[in-house]
C-alpha cells in the first residue's frame, strides 16, 4: 500500500491568529514540534484540525507559579511539576517559571539541584526557573549567582518581606549590583517586613488573629513604600527591576513616578488583584477567607479599576498567576495538623495556574475590557521576553515552538471539580466564564483536548533561558 508524504505533522486549518502585534487569517503547518509554515492554503498534515471561526493564540507563559517549593514544615504545596503543568495545560498554558528557593545557609547551586530533581520525569508543559536569592553570601554573589546566569537562570526573586526569605537594604543592593554586572533579570517582591510585624503583634495583641486580619496587617502602604525603596535601590545600582504581583493603587503610582523619570521599572499583577477583594477574605471571624490569603492581599474594587488601566494602558509588562497552591484541609495547608491557626501562620497564596488565562479572556478580551492582542503580549509574549525565552515561546511564529491555543468561547461555570490542580478549592468558584481553551498544543501535541488530558509526565523539557530582551545588551 502506497504512503502519502505529508509536509507537516499537523495543519491547523482556518484559524483567526492573535499575536501581540496582529490579527490574520491563517493555516498554521507543524513539524517537528514547531511552527514550519504560515499562511492559507498550506499543502497537507498527517493530523489536521479545523479552527474555522475560532481564536487561536500563543500558549500561555507563565512566568510566576510555585510548584513542589519546599516549606517550613509541616506546610506543604498541594501541586508538584505533575500535577502543576496538568493543570497549566488544561489552562492553555505551555510555559512554567516556578522558583528555585535557597533555604537560608544553603548553597545556591544545591536549591537548584534540588529543584531538577523534583521536576524530574513530572513535567508535562516545558519549564524553566527562576532562582530565589535569600542568602547572598560572597560565594553566591560572586561565583554561583554568576555561573547560574551563565547557564541559563537569568531571573532572581528577592524578597523584602517573609522572615526566611528576606533580604535587608544592603544585600538588595549586593545582589542587583549582579543582576546589572551579568544581565539578569530581578524580581522584587516589594512589602515593608517591619511594618507587617508591627502591626500583626498589635492585631495579635487585640485578639484580631481571624484570616480577615491578614490585610490589616499588610496594608497599601506598606506595599507603597516597600516599591519605592525598591524603585530607589534600583536607581543607585542602575539597573531595571520588575515588581512583582503589584495589588493596587499606591503602588501603581510609584511605578509610574519611576518610569516618568526614566527608570526601567518594570510589573506584573495577577488574578487576584482583578477578581477578588479584601471581603473574600471574610466579613466576620470565620476562616474561610484563609482560601484567599495570600501577599499583597487583594484590595477593593477602586484598587481593581487601576489595575485595569494599567493592563492596558503599559504600565503592566506581565500578568502572572501567582499560583502558590495549598489545600483549604489537611494535609498541611491552609490548615496546618487540621487547625484553625491565626493569619500569621496561614500559608501564604491562592491556586491560579489553570484558571489565569480563561479569567482574563473571559472578563478582559470578550468583555470588551483589553484587546486580543494585548491579551496575549502580557500573558505570553512579554513574560517570554522578560524572562529569556522568545521567541522560542510567546509568539505564534515560523520557527517558534508549536505552542498554541485554540479557543472555545462558550459560557461554563467555573467549578474546582473541573481543574486538574491538587488544590481542594478556587477562589473563583461559580464564576460565569465566556471561554476556556478547546485545545492545547504543547510542541505539536495536542495535551488538553477541551475535556480529556492527554500528556505524559516527563515529555515537557527544561528550558535554558538566555538573557531577558527586555533588558539592556551586555557588551
Ligand atoms: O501570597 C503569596 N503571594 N504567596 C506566594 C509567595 C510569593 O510571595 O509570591
Ligand atoms: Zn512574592
Ligand atoms: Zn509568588
Sequence with gaps: MSQTAHPFDLVIRNARVATASDTFDADIGIAGGRILQLGSGLASGAREIDAAGRVVTPGGVDAHCHLDQPMAPPVRMADDFDSGTRSAACGGTTTVIPFAA???????????????????????????????????????????????????????????????????????????????????????????????????????????????????????????????????????????????HVSGKEAVEQIRWARAHGLRVFAETCPQYLFLTTEDLGIDDSYHGA???????????????????????????????????????????????????????????????????????????????MSLNRFVELTSTNPAKAYGLHPRKGTIAVGSDADLVVWDERERVLRNADLHHDVDYTPYEGRMLRAWPGLTLARGEVVWDGREFHARAGRGQFLRCDAPSLLPRRA
Design 102 to 244: 535557597q533555604e537560608k545557609g544553603q548553597s545556591l547551586r544545591a536549591a537548584v539541584a534540588d529543584y531538577h530533581q523534583r521536576a524530574e520525569g513530572k513535567a508535562h508543559v516545558d519549564y524553566a526557573f527562576h532562582l530565589i536569592v535569600s542568602d547572598p553570601t560572597p560565594q553566591v554573589l560572586d561565583e554561583e549567582l554568576p555561573a547560574l546566569i551563565r547557564e541559563g537562570y537569568t531571573s532572581f526573586k528577592i524578597y523584602m518581606t517573609y522572615d526566611d526569605l528576606k533580604l535587608d537594604d544592603g544585600q538588595i543592593l549586593d545582589v542587583l549590583a549582579v543582576a546589572r554586572e551579568h544581565g539578569a533579570m530581578a524580581m522584587i517582591h516589594a512589602e515593608n517586613a517591619d511594618c507587617i510585624e508591627w502591626l500583626t503583634k498589635r492585631l495579635e495583641a487585640a485578639g484580631r488573629t481571624a484570616p480577615r486580619f491578614h490585610a490589616q496587617a499588610r496594608p497599601m502602604l506598606v506595599e507603597r513604600e516597600a516599591t519605592h525603596r525598591a524603585i530607589a535601590l534600583s536607581e543607585l545600582v542602575d539597573v531595571p527591576i520588575l515588581i512583582v
Design 291 to 369: 482560601r484567599c490569603v495570600c501577599s499583597p492581599p487583594p484590595r477593593d474594587r477602586s484598587n481593581q479599576e487601576v489595575i485595569w488601566n494599567g493592563l492596558n494602558d503599559g504600565l503592566f509588562t506581565v500578568f502572572s498567576s501567582d499560583h502558590a497552591p495549598f489545600r483549604y484541609d489537611a494535609p498541611e495547608g491552609k490548615k496546618p495538623g487540621g487547625e484553625e491557626v491565626a493569619f500569621r501562620h496561614i500559608p501564604n497564596g491562592i491556586p491560579g495556574l489553570e484558571t489565569r488565562l480563561p479569567l482574563l479572556y473571559s472578563e478582559g478580551v470578550l468583555a470588551g475590557r
